[in-house]
C-alpha cells in the first residue's frame, strides 16, 4: 500500500500524495519523502529491520511517520491453508502481530519519541468478490480493534481507518488486481488521512497549517 502498488497515475500511491498536499500548507518550503516500504512486508520483517538499524537515520530526522503494517500478515493465514481457515488460525497470528507491532512502535519511539505517527488500519479487499458481509469481517475488526488500541496508548499516534473506503467496487476505487486501490483510492486515503490528522489536532486543515 505505501509503495503504491496500483496507482496507475504514477503518484507514489497515498504517500505521493500526502508530500503534494502539505507542500501547499503554509510556511512550508519543500517536502522530503522517505519511503522504506515493501511490498509484501510482514510485521516480524519490518520488526527485524527496525532492530538491525537499518533505518534509524530515517526515523531519527523524520518530523511525521506513517505506519501500515498487518496485511501481509493476515494474507499469510490464507495463502498457509487456503481451503481450511478457522477463526482460530487468525486470532493464532494476530497474538503475534500485536506482539511485533508493539515491539515496532517501542523500536521507532526509542529512536524518536516526538513525531507523530500516522497508524494505518486494514481493509477487506475479499468483499470485492462477494459484495457481502462475511466472517472475515468480524476478523478484520479485531485487527483494526487492536491496531487502534495500540495507536490510543502512543500519546503522539493518530489512528485513520481506511476499511470504510473499500466495502465494494462501486466506486471503482480498486485497481486491476482487484486486490489495490487505484488512484481513486489513494486520494480517497489521503483524504481520511487529513481527516484524522485534523480530529488528532496535527492539522489545521481550514488554515493550511500543521500544528506540530
Known amino acids: ?11 507514489e500511491g497515498y504517500f505521493g500524495r500526502l508530500q503534494q498536499h502539505f507542500s501547499q500548507y503554509n510556511g ?3 517536502v522530503d519523502l522517505t519511503n522504506t ?3 509484501g512486508r510482514r510485521s516480524d520483517q519490518l520488526l527485524k529491520m527496525l532492530k538491525a538499524g537499518d533505518i534509524d537515520h530515517h526515523i531519527r530526522k523524520a518530523h511525521l511517520i506513517t505506519l501500515t503494517i498487518g496485511g501481509n500478515d493476515i494474507m499469510k493465514v490464507i495463502k498457509k491453508d487456503l ?4 477463526v482460530e488460525a487468525f486470532e493464532k497470528e494476530l497474538n503475534k502481530f500485536e ?25 477487506n479487499p475479499i468483499t470485492i468478490v462477494t459484495d457481502e458481509k462475511s466472517e472475515f469481517d ?5 485487527w ?8 490510543e496508548d502512543d500519546m503522539n499516534a493518530c489512528f485513520t481507518p481506511i476499511d470504510h473506503l473499500f466495502v465494494t467496487n462501486t466506486n471503482l476505487v480498486y485497481h486491476t488486481d482487484f486486490f489495490h486501490p487505484n488512484s481513486k483510492g489513494y486520494q480517497l486515503v489521503i483524504d481520511e488521512i487529513v481527516s484524522s490528522m485534523q480530529d488528532c489536532g496535527l492539522i ?9
Open 1 to 11: 500500500l505505501t509503495q503504491g502498488v496500483g496507482d496507475e497515475l504514477k503518484r
Open 28 to 30: 512550508i518550503e519543500a
Open 37 to 39: 516500504a515493501k511490498r
Open 83 to 86: 481451503f481450511n481457515l478457522t
Open 99 to 123: 506482539k511485533n507491532y508493539e515491539q515496532i512502535l517501542d523500536e521507532i519511539r526509542e529512536i524518536n519519541s516526538t513525531a507523530p505517527i500516522i497508524i494505518m488500519g486494514l481493509y
Open 138 to 142: 468480524l476478523i478484520l475488526n479485531n
Open 144 to 151: 483494526n480493534e487492536a491496531i487502534e488500541e495500540m495507536a
Open 204 to 212: 489545521d486543515e481550514d488554515n493550511r497549517e500543521l500544528l506540530f
